[in-house]
T-cell receptor
Framework: EPEVTQTPSHQVTQMGQEVILRCVPISNHLYFYWYRQILGQKVEFLVSFYNNEISEKSEIFDDQFSVERPDGSNFTLKIRSTKLEDSAMYFC????????????FGQGTRLTVV | QKEVEQNSGPLSVPEGAIASLNCTYSDRGSQSFFWYRQYSGKSPELIMFIYSNGDKEDGRFTAQLNKASQYVSLLIRDSQPSDSATYLCAVNTVNFGNEKLTFGTGTRLTIIP
């Protein structure tokens, strides 16, 4: 069964450092997302990406965040200068179509900023 | 702000009984509704989705949607200990044609053997 894969599964970084979280969406999917979940809180939308550009971004997704699809298969989330409050699980998701199609989630990257 | 509300629980249900999980949403224009199960430290896993008013059954799970009341629920029949997890209600919200999932806080369900 096709799946969304994310690497690494756990990343520990020092405050102020840059991190890149990587995702390989399902191959025929067109819509890509990053969500995050701070421990004990709800899953929150960060950004959506379609046709090689950002479709929508949340208030959380400020200038410290960026996304790229550099080679047609990987989909990355970069945080330029991490803050303690960026510690969370980051989930990548992809879907093949709109409205009633399922978003498939990767297993997540746990980011810990120290 | 488009909101999705769930009772955070914990909800405790004896094994073999019916577990009932509820969710309300604020965006009257929402068309698609999803129930995800999330085990601690894991990613959300889709159980089922619904977009028409009424009931939709899949095995032991039944989703119910009432758009007039902006209410969606999930029933789990013959509850098993392995059903113990957090259940996330998610609504597909659309903003100028762009879609995203808006999640509730989740209901923590414990099935008591």
């Amino acid at each position: 069964e096709p799946e969304v894969t994310q690497t690494p599964s756990h990343q520990v970084t020092q405050m102020g450092q840059e991190v890149i979280l990587r995702c390989v969406p399902i191959s025929n999917h067109l819509y890509f997302y990053w969500y995050r979940q701070i421990l004990g809180q709800k899953v929150e939308f960060l950004v959506s990406f379609y046709n090689n550009e950002i479709s929508e971004k949340s208030e959380i997704f400020d200038d410290q965040f960026s996304v790229e699809r550099p080679d047609g298969s990987n989909f990355t989330l970069k945080i330029r200068s991490t803050k303690l409050e960026d510690s969370a699980m980051y989930f990548c998701a992809s879907k093949s179509g709109t409205r009633d199609t399922e978003a498939f989630f990767g297993q997540g990257t746990r980011l810990t900023v120290v | 702000q488009k909101e999705v509300e769930q009772n955070s629980g914990p909800l405790s249900v004896p094994e073999g009984a019916i577990a009932s999980l509820n969710c309300t949403y604020s965006d009257r224009g929402s068309q698609s509704f999803f129930w995800y199960r999330q085990y601690s430290g894991k990613s959300p896993e889709l159980i089922m989705f619904i977009y028409s008013n009424g009931d939709k059954e899949d095995g032991r799970f039944t989703a119910q949607l009432n758009k007039a009341s902006q209410y969606v629920s999930l029933l789990i029949r013959d509850s098993q200990p392995s059903d113990s997890a957090t259940y996330l209600c998610a609504v597909n919200t659309v903003n100028f044609g762009n879609e995203k999932l808006t999640f509730g806080t989740g209901t923590r369900l414990t099935i008591i053997p």
